[in-house]
């Protein structure tokens, strides 16, 4: 059997689709940032895998930084974004900046992200986002580039966990709501 097969529902996106995906928006984002050495911020945790497959499609100058964000607690968001780890220092003054996010749910975490990040003199912040959960936002953020759109539902998998498990599946899943915790 393969792993998390028992509380995956339905395979939503195929690691070919998120290769294709991330293919097409390498080729936008190099588009529109080739003149501009962006700095690439991964969010921690869930985006590492859908960040490293982005920047192998994106032939161009850029750097590289990560921040943790984090808002879930199980299945449900706490309302609340905390930004930590050892790597928000980092200078983005006059610095345009691209967020590689995993999922946008009710945009909390870039509102935060993107405020941060101009309070410490970006010139520009956009957003790259794998999952779009457009339905769930409470607050007015628009990702640039969106991989894919989904309804309101728990997605697992690459990348994305459920209490920290789960991050290796190759693929996202619908994950089984008998298996969340209320
Ligand atoms: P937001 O601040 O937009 O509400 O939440 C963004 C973060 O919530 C994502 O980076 C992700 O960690 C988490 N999140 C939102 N929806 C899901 C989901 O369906 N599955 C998982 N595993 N995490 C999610």
Redesign the pocket.
Known sequence: MMYGEEVVERILFTENDIKEVCAKLGKQIYEDYKERNPILIC?LK?SFMFFAELVKNIGADFSVEYIKAS??IGAH?SGE?KLSGFFTNFEVKNRDILIV??????????QKLTKFLLEKGATSVEVVTMLN?KVRRIVDVTPKYVGFEIPDL???GYG???NEKYRNIPFIGIMNPKFIEK
């Open positions: 969010t869930g808002s879930y968001t974004v996010e995993d999922i946008v749910d009710t945009g909390l975490t870039i959960k728990f997605v697992i994305l966990d459920y």
